[in-house]
Structure formats: C-alpha cells, structure tokens
C-alpha cells in the first residue's frame, strides 16, 4: 500500500530533551516536507527537500533540523524543544516529474506536547 | 508569490443541506488550485485539483469546485452533506511552471449537524 508513515504518532517530552521524528515513504518520491498544523494559523512548511542530500528551509524553520540521506526517509529533529514546539506534525511527500500540479501525500500526523 | 484566503474558519450545516465552503486565491502568474480534505484524527488526503481544462472539477464523495479565473475563486460545493463530511478542508495553491511549494489556506472546519 502506498503510504507516507509517521513515528510516533503522539509524544510527550520536557523542554530540552533531543527528539526525533520519523517520516518515511514508499512511493519512491523525490519531495519531501515537514508542516506543523496550530489552530486558527492552518499549516506552515518547517522544511523541504527536493531530493536526497538536498533541503531548504520553509516557513517556520526555527528550532528544528531535518536530514535526507536516503530518499525514502526524511525525520525531523529537535534538538532542544521548548512549549512553543508543542503542535501537530505532519510529513509530506510527492513526484516532482510533472511539476507543481502534483499531489501531495500526507502521514498521518504526529502530536507533540512539550511540557 | 500566491496567497489563499478561505473566508470561512467554521462552516455548521445540517446533514443533507448543501454548502460551500470560500476560497479565494492570489496570484500574478496561473495557477494549479487543489482543495484537501482532513479528516478527524488523520492526515490530509486530495479531495479534487485544477489543473487546465474544464472549469468544474469533480472530486471524490460527491464534492466538486469550480474555478473562476476573473473572481480568482476555487469554492468548493457539495449538494447534501453527511455527518461523515465532517472535516477541516483546505484550499491550495501553486503557480503552474513555477515553485512545486504549495500555499495553503488557513483551512475551514465544516460541521455537520444530525
């Protein structure tokens, strides 16, 4: 089944503690995205990468740090986490063959609460 | 560079009434336009897009769009909605030829009421 996997699905960590979030996907896409979903604000672009070894900051990049050393795999990274990280996390990813009309396929989601 | 607006954070319908829920887009150049939806507790998943052609566009569970190039509006319909259309819906958009980065909405939740 194609799909774009997220792990955890729901984390509780204290300001400071390293953490890691895992995105991966199978459909052997070139892109690659990290949004963060708040209410009232929708979804804002952490991070991107266009293919592996290639990543580019997004919106909201502050505070975070993503890799891309193989292309199906694509974590997010948080070096020390404050109560501002605490949000909804989702991983994206779609083909860049035929330009910006593609879909993108989105994981499930993962729920971060910094205390 | 594009911007969306949708005009509506919070759409409340009664089950089997229609609704239409705004988006308006930005833009200097043309544009692809898409519409997801987000189910309770998942992630996003595409409902419909634009791409060329005609300018209603049929998306799955029975919702369809329109896009009206002088409005620049991409408002998304359904007929007669069920308790299980409950969902935050986004609109977004891209420039065609340009940045694969999309642009999203601030997303409108719709409720449907028994």
């Known amino acids: 089944e194609a799909q774009v996997t997220q792990n955890p699905r729901y984390l509780i960590t204290v300001t400071g503690k390293k953490l890691t979030v895992t995105c991966s996907q199978n459909m052997n896409h070139e892109y690659m995205s990290w949004y963060r979903q708040d209410p009232g604000l929708g979804l804002r672009q952490i991070y991107y990468s266009m293919n592996v070894e290639v990543t580019d900051k997004g919106d909201v990049p502050e505070g975070y740090k993503v890799s891309r050393k193989e292309k199906r795999n694509f974590p997010l990274i948080l070096e020390s986490p404050s109560p501002n990280q605490t949000s909804l996390y989702f991983c994206?990813?779609?083909?860049?063959?035929?330009?910006?009309?593609?879909?993108?396929?989105f994981g499930p989601g993962t729920r971060l609460l910094v205390l | 560079a594009q911007s969306v607006t949708q005009l509506d954070s919070q759409v409340p319908v009664f089950e089997e009434a229609p609704v239409e829920l705004r988006c308006n887009y930005s833009?200097?150049?043309?544009?692809?336009l898409f519409w997801y939806v987000q189910y309770p507790n998942q992630g996003l998943q595409l409902l419909l897009k634009y791409l060329s052609g005609s300018t209603l566009v049929k998306g799955i569970n029975g919702f369809e769009a329109e896009f009206n190039k002088s409005q620049t509006s991409f408002h998304l319909r359904k007929p007669s909605v069920h308790i299980s259309d409950t969902a935050e819906y986004f609109c977004a958009v891209t420039a065609s030829g340009g940045s694969y980065i999309p642009t999203f909405g601030r997303g409108t939740s719709l409720i449907v009421h028994p």
């Open positions: 994206a990813s779609g083909r860049l063959a035929t330009g910006s009309g593609e879909t993108q396929y």
């Open positions: 833009s200097s150049v043309s544009v692809y």
